[in-house]
Nanobody, 128 residues
């Protein structure tokens, strides 16, 4: 069974930082694109950051404009784990964050419909 387990969310004040982790089992992550998505209250799910190849070359990393310079996506294929470092958090970052994976051969874009496997999500709440 393929499982993605997101963790690391919590309550933080504006300007603070969190590091989300996603542990993957049931597949070899070195063959997969990975991504982080979020859904805020009253909003549709959106792609936050994705690595569209299997390693993370510079040309294949996407960040939503509003998180550029604040969030960093990374992966450790040997540990079958992916991460999202979030710095200088803002109240508008409050959302449920999901990790996802999809076969890298498809070079998926950072959109919900392009990813096949999903974690359960972890809540991030940023207070002002």
């Amino acid at each position: 069974e393929v499982q993605l387990q997101a963790s690391g969310g919590g309550l933080v004040q504006a300007g603070g930082s969190l590091r989300l982790s996603c542990a993957v089992s049931g597949l070899n992550l070195d063959r997969y694109a990975v991504g982080w998505f979020r859904q805020a209250p009253g909003k549709e799910q959106e792609g936050v950051s994705c690595i569209s190849d299997s390693t993370g070359s510079e040309d294949n990393i996407f960040y939503k404009d509003s998180v550029k310079g604040r969030f960093t996506i990374s992966r450790d294929n040997a540990k079958n784990t992916m991460y999202l470092r979030m710095n200088n958090l803002k109240p508008e970052d409050t959302a449920v964050y999901h990790c996802a994976a999809s076969p890298a051969r498809y070079r998926p874009r950072c959109g919900r419909l392009y990813f096949q496997f999903w974690g359960q999500g972890t809540q991030v709440t940023v207070s002002s």
